[in-house]
């Protein structure tokens, strides 16, 4: 989304940031560059003469990457998209800093990504205010709809096979792919938020997510984590 406005929304700044300023080579080294390097027809004919590890031009837009911690790297900048990454290990005083950037822009466009830590504080307060979209998976069997995060641990069903993603009604195998996001609070039409969990992931084995649950001495990162909340 990012290189995408920064080559065809006619934006002249893009802030990018990072809790730290190592967080900040990290993510320019090891996932803008491969992006520029992988695509030398489309993303690499876009990029221009600057082309730092926290700076880059691409197209007639200068994209900035920063860490949260010093409040000089977030003055003088004009931008028109700002992107907060791990939004709840950031000094708040410094989020609104970085918003204000954006006082003389027509788009003022904001992306605030992060684990939730602490109710009413950081992303949750963020999430709050939004639709509040969540990911319902469809079931084959009935045409019942779960909400996974709302309905764990019993989303999860025990069999002779393993674990599996069970319909909440009928306790059908749910595929984690068939579904839709549906707001909670469809009336807010001016911020839109996604819950994201492992739950629905195809990459972690439902099974270790209950094994986890069960066994951790630490219930608090687990939600954060895996759960997402």
């Keep these: 989304r990012m290189i995408y406005k920064a080559r065809f929304a006619e934006y002249r700044g893009i802030l990018y940031l990072f809790p730290s300023r190592s967080d900040v080579t990290d993510f320019s080294k ?10 030398p027809e489309s993303i690499g004919k876009w990029i221009r003469d600057t082309d730092a590890a926290n700076i880059k031009r691409i197209w007639n837009c200068f994209l900035y990457l920063r860490g949260m911690r010093a409040r000089a790297g977030l003055k003088s ?8 990454d791990e939004l709840d290990e950031s000094p708040a ?16 466009q904001s992306l605030k990504l992060s ?17 509040q979209r969540f990911w319902l998976l469809k079931c084959p069997a009935c045409g019942e709809y779960t909400c996974m995060e709302e309905t764990f641990p019993d989303c999860l069903l025990e069999t002779s096979s ?3 993603r069970a319909c909440i009604k009928c306790r059908h195998e749910l595929n984690p792919s068939i579904g839709e996001w549906v ?4 009336g807010v039409t001016d911020r839109r938020g996604y819950s994201y969990s492992q739950l629905f992931s195809h990459y972690v084995d439902p099974g270790e997510i209950l094994h986890q649950y069960r066994t951790t001495n630490n219930l608090t990162d687990f939600f954060n984590l895996k759960i997402g909340k």
């Design 30 to 39: 090891g996932r803008i560059d491969p992006l520029i390097n992988d695509n």
């Design 77 to 84: 900048v004009p931008i028109d998209f700002v992107i907060f």
């Design 93 to 108: 005083e410094n989020v609104q800093m970085a918003l204000e950037r954006m006082s003389h822009s027509e788009h003022r």
């Design 115 to 131: 684990n939730p830590t602490l109710p009413d504080f950081g992303i949750d307060k963020e999430f709050q205010q939004t639709d």
């Design 162 to 164: 393993g674990v599996i």
């Design 183 to 186: 707001a909670k609070y469809p």
